[in-house]
Nanobody
Framework: QVQLVESGGGLVQPGGSLRLSCAAS????????MGWYRQAPGKQRELVVG???????NYADSVKGRFTISRDNAKNSVYLQGNNLKPEDTAVYYC??????????????WGQGTRVTVSA
């Protein structure tokens, strides 16, 4: 079994910062791409940013220059640093990863989500 567990959500004032963490655990042999998605109320889930195992990144235009993704392969973890947060960043943020288990099966996994609210 594989689990992704996010942490770090909460209430932030406009212009503030937040750091989200996601740790993968379980029967993990290898992790390929990881990423963060978000879903705002009444909207579809969207990609915020993805990162390959080699460190290449792909940011949504709406967060370029404000958000930074990083990963620690030794800890099977991925992080999202958000700066200059805006009310439109309010959403539930989900961690996502393509993981190969010890049975050599690749699957896509989601975390349970962590809520970020940007409000004065």
């Amino acid at each position: 079994q594989v689990q992704l567990v996010e942490s770090g959500g909460g209430l932030v004032q406009p212009g503030g910062s937040l750091r989200l963490s996601c740790a993968a655990s379980g029967s993990i042999f290898s992790i390929d791409a990881m990423g963060w998605y978000r879903q705002a109320p009444g909207k579809q889930r969207e990609l915020v940013v993805g990162i390959t195992s080699g460190g290449s990144t792909n940011y949504a235009d709406s967060v370029k220059g404000r958000f930074t993704i990083s990963r620690d392969n030794a800890k099977n973890s991925v992080y999202l640093q958000g700066n200059n947060l805006k009310p439109e960043d309010t959403a539930v943020y989900y961690c996502n990863a393509n993981i190969q288990t010890y049975s050599r099966v690749w699957s896509n996994y989601w975390g349970q989500g962590t809520r970020v609210t940007v409000s004065a």
